[in-house]
């Protein structure tokens, strides 16, 4: 009889136990910046786009529930490695010194910095943005690669929009950012145009912290069955219209696997 006490009393503090872990784990939470078009951005009190979709359905996948944060951009990855967020997803590119940071999932997109000028400007091609100011958003590649332009100024925004704006007023004479929110920033404003040449390749992933493998090791299996059941690529093709990109993306998520 004791016996049986003792067990079913373990029994209730197993469950008790679980159900705990279960009630602590049952939200992820998600660090982003919600100013990247058509990655993250507001529509009025939501955060849609793709990184939220796709976290929302990883969440999803995994039996919880998606809380998303929005911050500066170059608080992500501080908000994932003090425990703040679980997960940072940000059209984040994989670097070599953000992986000393954090852990990085599989990537998922492939993309490039663009430069944006006004329709009039001589600018014409990434040498010429020599001895030029550019603006770029805080803490971005974009943000380190211009930091390597000759004699080249960077004025720094916590926003990629409010960049354009600068562009649009004189105040700077490019703006390099991501291609994806340079479409939409060029489509969304008279009188700016994007420079063919791409340049530096870039991946996006999710970020984790190093403490959390095991969630890393979730997110992933997540994200690939997300690829494989073709899931991510509509959401990839909700957000990006044409089919040039929309085949690009693929093209990414296919080789990212
Ligand atoms: N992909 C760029 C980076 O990781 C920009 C990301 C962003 O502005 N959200 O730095």
Redesign the pocket.
Known sequence: MKKLAAAALAGVMVLTFGMTAMAEGDVLVMAT?AE?PPYEYREGDDIVGIDAEVAGLIAEKLGMELQIEDMA?DSVLAAVQTGKADIAM????VTEDRQMMVNFTDTYTK?TQMIIVTEDSEIASPDDLTGKTIGV?L????DIYVDDIEDATAERFSK?FEAVQALLQGKVDAVVI?GEPAKVFVSQNEGLKLLDDPFTE?E?AIAISKDNEELLEKVNTALNELKEEGEFQKVIDKYIASDDAAEAETEAATEAK
């Not at 803490?139 to 974009?142: P, V």
């Open positions: 910046n990247f951009f940000a059209g984040i590119t993309a958003q803490g971005t590649t974009g990629g991501d870039e996006y």
